[in-house]
């Protein structure tokens, strides 16, 4: 009995020591800032003297997630690895070769030493694509239609990225996923939501893919959207 009271002690004490290893989290909670970042986008700037080139953000992790459909500049590190890919076949090249217009994919990290953060692009790799390709979309607007009985969305297009540049600042209709996940922000805080809680006149602010099985009438299906219900009239009593 004495032996296995010693075993099991020795047992805890070494867990004990090794629960700091196991504490750190895997990943960060959404609310704490991210110290790395993926992005995806057009290139709208490219300046070899500064070491920066500045993107329209398609995709993003949560590093950057608040440049979605807005541009972003990326400060290249002097170390940087930089490719131009064509296929699976990837050719180093300088950012003196980076062109305008082309899609380019960014690693990088988030240094916040100097206060306001500065994003730090360690790998990058341009890739020619044209705007029938591209299979993701984001935009920002307000809710003009919405049915969640066909599960369809319509909204003015005030900010877009590439796939959605045609239909800028005109109204178009989206196809909504049974399993979109929807967002409402209350208090500050996003909660949880349902299509059916989005009204016309809602700022909205949503992703999703291209479907283009049929070349000819391709389906823009959003798969989350944060919304933002429109302030409610003030009432002026004489």
Known sequence: MRRVLIVALIA???LALCAPAFAWPIALPWWQPAHHFTCVGKIKAVDATANTVTVRVHLASRGVADYLAEDLTISVDPAAKLFRAKGRRLT??????VVVGEKLRVEGVVDCSAGAPVYVGKRLV???LPINDIKRFAFRGPVTAVDATTGTLSARLNSVTRVLSPYYHSEFGFAVAPNA?????KNGWPVKAALADVVVGDRVYAQG??????PAAPVFTIRWMLVRHAAAPTTVVP
Do not use: K
């Open 126 to 128: 341009m890739r020619h």
């Open 12 to 14: 805890v004490a070494a």
């Open 92 to 97: 180093p090249i300088a950012l003196t070769d």
């Open 181 to 185: 996940r929807v967002w409402v922000m």
């Open 209 to 214: 893919g291209v479907d283009r099985r049929h």
